[in-house]
């Protein structure tokens, strides 16, 4: 995916209240590109891949928990449930990476969120 469309797929995303950071992993799980200057290894963004890709119960994101709640070859849906830090939502691009959004629990509730990127995603 070239940067523009990322950055359009971000203001997209941003067009309702609560997307913290958004970013683009390719296949393998490495950092693409960012919304903003986030703390993010390609380490930790490979492990969020592989919870998605292997269907595990949950992922670390910036060293707290997300329990999945819906994951499919397309989508990806996790809350924070302990400590309040919201939601990662994920689906697959027509492109064939993976666009993916922390949110806060403020806007839309975890599974619209997870419908809304998938339509940002295809679009």
């Given at each position: 995916?070239?940067?523009?469309?990322?950055?359009?797929?971000?203001?997209?995303?941003?067009?309702?209240?609560?997307?913290?950071?958004?970013?683009?992993?390719?296949?393998?799980?490495?950092?693409?590109?960012?919304?903003?200057?986030?703390?993010?290894?390609?380490?930790e963004a490979k492990g969020i891949l592989n919870a998605w890709k292997t269907k595990?119960?949950?992922?670390?994101?910036?060293?707290?928990?997300?329990?999945?709640?819906?994951?499919?070859?397309?989508?990806l849906a996790a809350k924070n449930i302990g400590a309040g830090k919201g939601n990662i939502i994920g689906s697959i691009t027509k492109e064939g990476d993976y666009l993916v959004a922390h949110t806060r629990d403020e806007g839309m509730i975890l599974l619209e969120w997870s419908i809304f990127i998938n339509k940002v995603a295809w679009s």
């Open positions: 995916m070239e940067e523009q469309r990322f950055n359009h797929l971000v203001n997209a995303l941003n067009e309702f209240e609560g997307v913290e950071e958004v970013f683009l992993l390719n296949n393998e799980g490495n950092i693409v590109f960012k919304s903003e200057d986030f703390p993010l290894t390609n380490e595990e119960a949950a992922l670390i994101f910036q060293n707290y928990r997300f329990a999945i709640l819906k994951n499919d070859e397309i989508q």
